[in-house]
């Protein structure tokens, strides 16, 4: 069934069977070194300090990347690659691990997933790998080291038009797509763009006939010469005109780096027929979801973000009428305790930031260095924007983490209130220590400075006790933020 998987997709993909999608389109972070927020504004018109980060596109070669990196040669001796490439890619990791170990970072977290996906495709599946000039001429080593260098189709250009600000240089005017084919045999539609306006006027080659449309005499070779038309287009290029999402685009969802409809209709049109299924591991907020309903395309999709699922689900499948367990599933958002502590044990990132955005917080993405805050929330007090930071914890809990939530308390300035997420029951001693960090207060009522919430009192649909939450508007369409 179409499916959208809230999750990281390298876990995803490794449940999935083998052999058994059409076509993959991906647009994974581009290693841009910048985070991508949501913008949002609150009701107050006092900024959000840490907005909600729809993704982060920055790289550290930290202790994990560092331990896989040198695993890379040999997942890809595993997977049956050629053993020089293989030799190749253990020189280059020692290289790029002293010149550039930032770039080394997100070619791992490419290249176990490229692997994946070339797993999942079908004998006569495409992948179109969506990239920019920042790192497009490695990834291109990744895509021939493999789906091997003859697999390459095109390199394709989407050129468009915008201002970009930077002097000293050309303007950045392009993106790059490598489409590259499984084996030989794959789909082609040879699908058509239409002339310009005044082609075959002025242009002596084309006659008309006697309907009046224009055409010209193709002559092959030992074969008799044959019309075209000029009606029927022309055999599309690999350099691609198509307008960029821009503020004024009709289709614009405010989603940081959303694509054009277009570009994913003319892949999906070209390189899958009807029914066909479908793959975006990095969906974002669901251009190819919308490309493949529109198309008559079967789906997956899968984003890490979770307010990308949401938006999805209701944006693009709401317009066509779709309904959730009939036409297509969402899988990976936990609907049960039980379900949130299978989460937990998959991915312990994953469920902090979904226990974080249940109650209403906004996640702070990063996994190290975030001193006991996994999330705020944000309350209004007369002129002041305060804010009650969340932690949560998944596995084993005691009363010292509830001691350091009281020192996060005492440390961060305009931070009134606490809160604890917790899998688990809390202890008797733990609601002790809770209880003496003491009250807040504000006009007249107490708020308890730590409070503590289990995934269970979420579910029976308790929440914060804390001055009436911002709520926050989507800038661009006034849309409240998505209830989870
Ligand atoms: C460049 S955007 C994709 C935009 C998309 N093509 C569109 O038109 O909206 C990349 C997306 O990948 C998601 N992402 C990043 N890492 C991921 C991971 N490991 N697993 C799944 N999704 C991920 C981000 O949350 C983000 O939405």
Same mark, same amino acid.
């Given at each position: 069934?179409?499916?959208?998987?809230?999750?990281?997709?390298?876990?995803?993909?490794?449940?999935?069977?083998?052999?058994?999608?059409?076509?993959?389109?991906? #647009?994974?972070?581009?290693?841009?070194?910048? &985070?991508?927020? *949501?913008?949002?504004?609150?009701?107050?018109? %006092?900024?959000?300090?840490?907005?909600?980060?729809?993704?982060?596109?920055?790289?550290?070669?930290?202790?994990?990347?560092?331990?896989?990196?040198?695993?890379?040669?040999?997942?890809?001796?595993?997977?049956?690659?050629?053993?020089?490439?293989?030799?190749?890619?253990?020189? %280059?990791?020692?290289?790029?691990?002293?010149?550039?170990?930032? %770039?080394?970072?997100?070619?791992?977290?490419?290249?176990?997933?490229?692997?994946?996906?070339?797993?999942?495709?079908?004998?006569? +599946? $495409?992948?179109?790998?969506?990239?920019?000039?920042?790192?497009?001429?490695?990834?291109?080593?990744?895509? #021939? $080291?493999?789906?091997?260098?003859?697999?390459?189709?095109?390199?394709?250009?989407?050129?468009?038009?915008?201002?970009?600000?930077?002097?000293?240089?050309?303007?950045?005017?392009?993106?790059?797509?490598?489409?590259?084919?499984?084996?030989?045999?794959?789909?082609?539609?040879?699908?058509?763009?239409?002339?310009?306006?005044?082609?075959?006027?002025?242009?002596?080659?084309?006659?008309? #006939?006697?309907? +009046?449309?224009?055409?010209?005499?193709?002559?092959?070779?030992?074969?008799?010469?044959?019309?075209?038309?000029?009606?029927?287009?022309?055999?599309?290029?690999?350099?691609?005109?198509?307008?960029?999402?821009?503020?004024?685009?009709?289709?614009?969802?405010?989603?940081?780096?959303?694509?054009? *409809?277009? *570009?994913?209709?003319?892949?999906?049109? =070209?390189?899958?027929?009807?029914?066909?299924?479908?793959?975006?591991?990095?969906?974002?907020?669901?251009?190819?979801?919308?490309?493949?309903?529109?198309?008559?395309?079967?789906?997956?999709?899968? #984003?890490?973000?979770?307010? &990308?699922?949401?938006?999805?689900?209701?944006?693009?499948?709401?317009?066509?009428?779709?309904?959730?367990?009939?036409?297509?599933?969402?899988?990976?958002?936990?609907?049960?305790?039980?379900?949130?502590?299978?989460?937990?044990?998959?991915?312990?990132?994953?469920?902090?930031?979904?226990?974080?955005?249940?109650?209403?917080?906004?996640?702070?993405?990063?996994?190290?260095?975030?001193?006991?805050?996994?999330?705020?929330?944000?309350?209004?007090?007369?002129?002041?924007?305060? $804010?009650?930071?969340?932690?949560?914890?998944?596995?084993?809990?005691?009363?010292?983490?509830?001691?350091?939530?009281?020192?996060?308390?005492?440390?961060?300035?305009?931070?009134? *209130?606490?809160?604890?997420?917790?899998?688990?029951?809390?202890?008797?001693?733990?609601?002790?220590?809770?209880?003496? =960090?003491?009250?807040?207060?504000?006009?007249?009522?107490?708020?308890?400075?730590?409070?503590? %919430?289990?995934?269970?009192?979420?579910?029976?649909?308790?929440?914060?006790?804390?001055?009436?939450?911002?709520?926050?508007?989507?800038?661009?369409?006034?849309?409240?933020?998505?209830?989870?």
């Amino acid at each position: 069934m179409n499916t959208l998987f809230y999750g990281d997709n390298l876990t995803i993909m490794r449940k999935m069977p083998a052999e058994s999608v059409d076509l993959i389109y991906l #647009d994974p972070p581009f290693n841009s070194n910048r &985070s991508y927020n *949501l913008l949002y504004k609150n009701t107050t018109g %006092l900024p959000i300090p840490e907005q909600i980060e729809a993704f982060c596109d920055t790289w550290e070669l930290d202790y994990e990347k560092s331990e896989m990196a040198k695993d890379i040669p040999l997942i890809m001796h595993d997977y049956g690659i050629h053993h020089e490439v293989v030799q190749f890619w253990y020189y %280059l990791v020692q290289a790029l691990k002293t010149t550039n170990p930032r %770039l080394l970072a997100y070619l791992v977290y490419m290249t176990i997933r490229l692997i994946e996906m070339h797993r999942l495709l079908k004998p006569t +599946g $495409s992948l179109y790998l969506h990239c920019d000039p920042t790192a497009s001429h490695y990834l291109k080593i990744v895509m #021939d $080291s493999v789906f091997g260098p003859k697999h390459i189709r095109n390199e394709i250009i989407w050129h468009y038009k915008r201002y970009t600000a930077r002097s000293g240089q050309f303007q950045k005017l392009h993106d790059v797509l490598f489409w590259y084919s499984k084996t030989n045999t794959y789909v082609f539609n040879d699908i058509r763009e239409a002339y310009g306006a005044k082609s075959g006027i002025h242009d002596s080659h084309y006659k008309q #006939d006697e309907n +009046g449309k224009w055409f010209r005499w193709q002559k092959r070779k030992g074969a008799e010469p044959y019309k075209i038309y000029l009606s029927e287009g022309r055999r599309m290029g690999d350099v691609w005109e198509i307008p960029f999402i821009n503020a004024s685009s009709k289709e614009r969802l405010g989603y940081p780096t959303q694509k054009p *409809l277009a *570009l994913l209709e003319r892949i999906i049109q =070209a390189s899958s027929k009807e029914n066909d299924l479908v793959f975006d591991p990095f969906c974002g907020c669901g251009t190819t979801i919308e490309a493949a309903i529109k198309n008559h395309r079967q789906w997956i999709g899968c #984003d890490i973000a979770i307010h &990308s699922i949401k938006l999805i689900q209701t944006t693009r499948i709401q317009k066509y009428g779709f309904t959730e367990h009939v036409e297509y599933r969402i899988e990976g958002i936990p609907q049960s305790p039980e379900q949130a502590q299978y989460l937990f044990e998959q991915d312990p990132f994953q469920f902090q930031y979904w226990a974080v955005e249940k109650t209403g917080g906004f996640c702070s993405h990063k996994k190290t260095g975030d001193k006991g805050i996994d999330g705020r929330l944000y309350f209004e007090t007369g002129t002041a924007l305060c $804010s009650m930071v969340l932690s949560v914890k998944g596995g084993t809990i005691k009363p010292a983490d509830i001691r350091d939530l009281r020192g996060v308390l005492e440390r961060e300035k305009g931070t009134e *209130l606490a809160g604890f997420i917790c899998l688990k029951e809390p202890t008797k001693a733990m609601k002790q220590e809770a209880d003496a =960090a003491g009250v807040y207060v504000y006009q007249g009522l107490s708020y308890p400075r730590i409070q503590i %919430l289990t995934i269970q009192d979420i579910f029976n649909g308790k929440t914060w006790y804390c001055p009436s939450m911002v709520k926050t508007l989507r800038k661009d369409t006034g849309q409240t933020f998505l209830a989870l």
